[in-house]
DNA sequence: AGAATTAGTATGTGTTCTGAACTATATGGG
DNA sequence: CCCATATAGTTCAGAACACATACTAATTCT
């Protein structure tokens, strides 16, 4: 995520690097179907139409562009060849949680192009278990898209907890039970083929970028995504990137102190926005405690009350909008963020919670966050898997000549 | 701060951007008095001996590397030539504040080879005024250095506010009482002939700069700096780098509400950092209300009351210390950080209010911030004009191809 | 049909890194 | 004292790449 260093031991830059870097570039400045014209790269770019020729025809070789007709009909002069992303070219996206495995494939495009959600109670189960059931899912999708003729180039696999992406090691999953498990072979079969392999990230971080690339993000460019699953996770956006912090931790917003004379929270500390906007904690009090069904059944006896105009429940919900706007205001306020997009089940309480959380705002920070900055993610289930195969494309867009000789 | 940029929008890469880069890089690797040969650099940096040699050539006619004797008597083998930052060559840095204006000069090796801090009251003085006054204190430090050989490349002016560092605009400073003043004439005349020009930059993230290259900061890597001046501000220092947020206000720790039933702040907001641990609250608290003396005087009472064992002054600053935690901590989750470097007031209050906010910390984040990652500054008023200084310097090392033909 | 206009390609030049050969300067052993 | 050995630094040919210029290609306007 970040590539500062002492300065040191930055690698030296050598005359290829330069090449590198305008693949890229190129690679960049041609859109979804943006039908770009190599005459149009060369003046976007700022490189002569000689070298555009020359790294087009490259690009043209990895499979990643196409040429696609003719464009500018009916104007003066030769018309100019349309470049696009092939749209037949992919990623994977997968999604292990603790109530549901989700895959997915996006294209170049970004279209999700096929996709599968299960239902399943992954909390204590065993990885090698659970990798087992998400082969069987992601098998059918990967056949699926080879039956259309798309190509995958690589993936992505998101996970409820700390991981390192490096080394595929689940660090911690605390709502799976997991701990330092070591995914790296699971991972290298999955898309056995793909070039850029299949990478581990964390839930909320991708589904904080799902946001900003299919989402509301795009609009707003640096926001804190907070993800409301069994915990309250959250991922960092800023200037279009996600950032992780130094230890990759960043953005748990779950565990901001809210209420210094709150109670005692299963971090250890006190007054964690977790022990007050968390599904547990909102569901007790609301008073819907049938410990018997499962967190979902729970959610949706919520909603229920809430339809219904019950009062506990809707003064619990008010109570939790209140409290994560103060976490909200010391986000902004700590790293100058001025806009949040809610997901998870903060999203399915939209209608109730956004009029307390924008009270809350305006009272604790008038004009930080505007009420037109407070969106609501629309993805559902597939925020994590889009994120984690927008990342993959992200990745195989960023090096191409990872795919020539 | 940030390179970020959409893709398209980038610069195109060109041959002569990677001998820019190994400039740089081999520039890095001379440390300020590590005595590298060109050898050793070849080695670390992964260039070969061939390019090095023709690198340093053109460092050496920039001024900033200087070849020193040689190296290795004693060994077997030709001895190398040992290279080092000239430490003649410098940088001003300077700092306006409420109640003290200061001015000094940090050479290449980092040394702060001249300063001066002048007392004033410049709490609602003209920047006029002001810029006259500190052109006099900058005008006898550049003598000072001119008369001692040094060369000056280029400058820093820190100011307790939001700037524009690229117009050399003060957006705002309330404590100054400044809004939209242009000092961009006035800066370019401050040091006339130095080919970096002097630049603007915000009185805390200087000062976490300072810490980070002259102070705690190096041993630490990413930490929160809290700045006690007349409000409470801050900079945020991540690996190594400041982060200064998308819109320039990042680290602004003293509007994170610590106490959501807490009092009206003057940012409009309630229960913020500021009411409870800002220079003014802490002093009410204590019972220090003496209106008529300066504040300074005011915070050398509290001193004395604290060493006198005053119960309820001490009981303000363990208030102030408790709030700072509960800040600290959701710092610390939400950007993933895991030190703190406190200065201004907090600074001179060390002794008192250390236990008080270890207690916090441990209470609402238990390992999440260890007791050895809280530092205090030792650089006092020094510590602004030298990140400036630091920041000019920086900017100087990382683009020595300016200086050539 | 020919002029004008725009797209894209071919060719020569300058910059910069690399690798290998070479020169320079020290130590240590016979 | 001289030569082998080791290390530092320079020189020179070769390859990669972007650039500038000149060229060919395809279309519309008159």
Redesign the interface.
Known sequence: M?E?D???T??????G???R??L??VL??IGPESLATRADIAA????TKA?VSSLVSELLETGLVAEVGLTRAGERGRPGVGLALDAQRGALGAEVNVDYLAVGVVDLHGALRFHEVAEAVNRGREPEAVVAELSRLVGRCVSAAADAGVTLLGGGLAVPGLVDPSRGVVLSAPNLGWRDADLSAALAELVPEAPFGVVLSNEADSAALAELWYGHGAAL??YLYVSGEVGVGGG?V????LF?????????????????TGSQCS?????CLETVAGQEAILAAAGITNGGSTTAARMAALQAALEAGDAQAISAVERAGH?LG??V???A??????AVVLGGHFAALATWIRPALLASLR??????VASDAVAFSELGTTAALRGAAGAAVRRALAAPYALLG
């Open positions: 970040r500062h002492g300065g040191a930055m690698a030296p830059g050598r005359v690097d330069v090449r870097r305008n890229a570039l960049g400045s976007s770019t700022g490189l070298s460019g640096s960092l800023m200037g279009s990137e992780a912090g130094p230890g990759g931790h960043a953005g748990e917003v779950g565990h901001v102190v809210v209420e210094p971090c250890g500390g006190r007054g409290y103060i976490a205001v010391s986000a306020r700590l790293i100058d963020l001025s009272s604790f920070a008038p004009g930080a």
